[in-house]
């Protein structure tokens, strides 16, 4: 569990590092607002942490692609374009001295 955590996070501040933050920044401005019992500060976080996970919600809906098949690219041709090498024969005769 403990190696899971970092991993999730560390995936999640590279792909939206700005919404992240501003995630961050609002869960700990709820945090403290509400311990110090700093009720501007409490809705100040919840806003800015609600805001970022609204906006967080609408780009994970904008970016759902429709579904397509995916382009298959062929590095070589089906069918070689050149002849076929001739089959090489051995001769049965002994090589001269």
Known sequence: MN?????????????????SVLMTV???DTL???????WSLF???????GISLA???WRIQQRRPLAEEPVIQHY??????SNTLPILTISKKKPRR
Not at 5 to 12: D, G, H, I, M, N
Not at 32 to 38: H, Y
Not at 76 to 81: E, I, K
Request: proline share 9%; no cysteine; hydrophobic share 45%.
């Open 26 to 28: 609002g869960v700990v």
């Open 3 to 19: 190696a899971v955590l970092p991993r999730f996070l560390k995936s999640v501040y590279r792909r939206d590092p700005i919404i």
């Open 55 to 57: 906006f967080k919600l």
């Open 76 to 81: 070589l041709p089906p069918q070689s374009s």
């Open 32 to 38: 403290i607002g509400g311990l110090n019992d700093s």
């Open 43 to 49: 809705a100040v976080g919840l806003g800015t942490a």
